[in-house]
């Protein structure tokens, strides 16, 4: 699918500034999409957007289906009469910058259960009818991830291959009586999932009537504690007692010297294929049901995938392994049409991915940074890019502009400023000018590069694990003046 030429901006939601702790699909999520349309933008890219588990990454979910109950607003939950004015207020605490995941789990959660019991007490019927509605209507996942998530609430949180081996696995009689006896629980769980789809699509709604279209994020892995692997194990390569044969990475590459060890379970693509692809036909149509246009994380995994025996402790011994092709992607197309899709094409890449990705016609990604990181040419620069590719000054997953010059050796930041022509202090806007300049019909930049930030405000750094995915925006960062620029800038190189 061909796309016109325009501009995003790169900001998860839990970046979002306000007065809760996170980021919410509230106020500020709506303000946000105002500011996008003053400045000419017309792309709002995110992250995942399901529940996190350990670590708090987005790309660890706990389902490929569910919405992160952390993004729910509390402020609109108070206005709908489910919480009261003074737990709202107990909810308020002053944005310094970062979000503390361990503090938000025990206050959202018991914020999230007043809700639940008040929406029980007093909610209308009409509320009550929605709720069911919605229940029946998405039953095909929400059963099985409210089950999971009552299963290890009860449990203490452990990953489901530590479970009781009947409740591990899913024998018929435990969870009737499981699900029997903690009936409460498991609709608390659906219930939440209503209230982040309500919100999320109102969201949505208002972004496409301001013209603006998300970019959403789906990887190709899921977790290994997801409900996706719990409910369907036969999708994966796990053993007989449901451990991963193989787990997914990476092989050494710009970002580890070991490669990156990700620990997800591996597809099992012939069983895939002889079940018509289906959970991935569903995966796919619930997910641009949420977004408008899909990033696929790790796209050449479907050409080939680094195989890595499970127990290793890096990366370095795994194995390329075939995917499924372009069989997948003609299989969905053919249930729900042409896909909009961006193809992370990003590490080591085959001419065989190149191909793959081409005879889809997706467009593939290019890292301003990555073009000055050694010497002579590369597919990074502007001037060798093609039309139908996105380029990125930076993604979630690199230091900001700023941070990057701070960091880059002494030969990588010659390069970069010679071939800017400028000077350290606007490096920044120069390389969001330099993005917006190119050709590719697709330009992205974080927010962190618009407002200048240095390292502090990196989102995440790949191979590290604890202290990643907290950044948030300052309340006062979204000003006319920046909303003006940006929109010069778009106007300058017809992005607007």
């Not at 995003?8 to 702790?21: A, C, D, K, Q, V």
């Not at 919410?24 to 999409?33: C, D, E, N, P």
Request: hydrophobic share 40%.
């Amino acid at each position: 699918m061909a796309f016109k030429r325009s501009a995003g901006i790169l900001l998860h939601p839990t970046s979002l500034p306000g007065p809760y702790g996170i980021g919410t699909l509230g106020k500020h999520a709506f303000a946000f999409i105002d500011f996008l349309a003053s400045a000419g933008i017309s792309l709002w890219q995110i992250l995942p957007l399901g529940p996190t588990g350990y670590g708090d990454s987005p790309y660890q979910s706990l389902s490929a289906f569910a919405g992160n109950p952390y993004l729910i607003d509390p402020e609109t939950l108070c206005e709908e009469g489910l919480i009261s004015r003074d737990l709202l207020e107990t909810s308020i605490k002053r944005n310094n910058g970062a979000v503390d995941f361990g503090r938000l789990f025990q206050e959202k959660n018991h914020l999230l259960d007043e809700a639940w019991k008040q929406f029980n007490r007093n909610g209308s019927s009409a509320a009550k009818l929605a709720f069911e509605e919605f229940s029946l209507r998405n039953a095909s996942w929400l059963d099985d991830f409210s089950l999971f998530m009552a299963i290890k609430d009860s449990l203490n949180h452990r990953s489901w291959i530590n479970w009781p081996e009947a409740l591990k696995t899913r024998d018929a009689k435990t969870l009737e009586e499981f699900s029997r006896s903690h009936e409460d629980r498991v609709q608390r769980h659906k219930f939440v999932q209503f209230l982040f789809f309500q919100q999320w699509n109102r969201v949505k709604a208002y972004a496409n009537e301001a013209g603006i279209r998300i970019i959403g994020d789906i990887p190709i892995f899921v977790a290994l504690d997801s409900a996706d692997t719990w409910a369907h194990p036969e999708l994966f390569q796990l053993d007989e007692h449901h451990a991963p044969i193989k787990v997914a990475g990476v092989p050494p590459d710009y970002f580890t010297a070991t490669g990156q060890l990700w620990g997800n379970p591996l597809y099992d693509w012939e069983a895939n294929r002889l079940r018509d692809y289906s959970w991935w036909i569903a995966r796919m149509e619930s997910t641009l049901a949420m977004v408008d246009i899909l990033r696929i994380d790790h796209f050449r995994g479907f050409e080939s995938y680094w195989a890595v025996p499970a127990g290793e402790t890096t990366a370095v011994n795994g194995r390329w392994e075939p995917g499924p092709g372009r069989e997948l992607f003609d299989t969905i197309e053919a249930n729900l049409g042409p896909l909009p899709i961006i193809a992370e094409d990003l590490g080591f890449v085959t001419k065989e991915v190149h191909e793959l990705r081409d005879s889809l016609g997706f467009p593939g990604m290019r890292i301003l940074q990555f073009a000055f990181e050694k010497e002579g040419e590369n597919i990074d620069y502007p001037h060798t890019y093609v039309r139908n590719s996105v380029v990125y000054t930076g993604t979630h997953d690199n230091d900001t502009c700023r941070g990057w010059l701070d960091h880059a050796s002494a030969d990588a930041r010659a390069r970069a400023l010679r071939y800017l022509g400028t000077e350290a202090e606007t490096f920044s806007w120069d390389m969001i000018r330099t993005a917006w300049a190119s050709c590719a019909d697709l330009a992205v930049a974080p927010m962190q590069d618009f407002l200048n930030l240095g390292s502090e405000s990196r989102m995440n750094f790949p191979g590290k694990t604890g202290g990643y995915w907290t950044w948030r925006m300052a309340d006062n960062s979204l000003s006319p003046e920046l909303a003006e620029n940006i929109r010069m800038l778009g106007k300058t190189f017809f992005r607007v």
